[in-house]
Nanobody, 111 residues
C-alpha cells in the first residue's frame, strides 16, 4: 500500500520561507506525476505544483515563489516556498499519480 507522508509545515511570517517534504513508501522512479495541492476550510482543494517526466507546472498564484523538485533516490518530493503570503495559509497535501494522497501538513503565514 502506498503511503505518502508530508512534513515541514509550520508558522512563518509573511515574506518568509518553508520547505515541505513528501516521503513515499514506494519507489517513485516510475511515477507519472507527483504534485502538491492545498486546501483551506470551506474551499475546494486546489492545485499548487507538479513534477513529471515532462517537467514542472505551477499555479499562477505561486509561480516565481515556489519550486517543486524530486529526489528519486530518497523517494521524496519537495516544495520550496519563498516570499510567503498570508493567502498561502492552508493544509498542503502531496499526491502521487493522481491516485494517492498524504495526510497533509499545515502551513500558516502571519501578516
Amino acid at each position: 500500500q502506498v503511503q505518502l507522508v508530508e512534513s515541514g509545515g509550520g508558522l512563518v511570517e509573511a515574506g518568509g520561507s518553508l520547505r515541505l517534504s513528501c516521503s513515499a513508501s514506494v519507489s517513485i522512479g516510475g511515477m507519472v506525476v507527483m504534485g502538491w495541492y492545498r486546501q483551506v476550510p470551506g474551499k475546494q482543494r486546489e492545485f499548487v505544483a507538479a513534477f513529471s517526466s515532462s517537467g514542472t507546472d505551477y499555479a499562477d498564484s505561486v509561480k516565481g515563489r515556489f519550486t517543486v523538485s524530486v529526489d528519486t533516490a530518497k523517494n521524496t518530493m519537495y516544495l520550496q516556498m519563498t516570499t510567503l503570503r498570508p493567502e498561502d495559509t492552508a493544509v498542503y497535501y502531496c499526491n502521487l499519480d493522481l491516485r494517492f494522497w498524504g495526510q497533509g501538513t499545515q502551513v500558516t503565514v502571519s501578516s
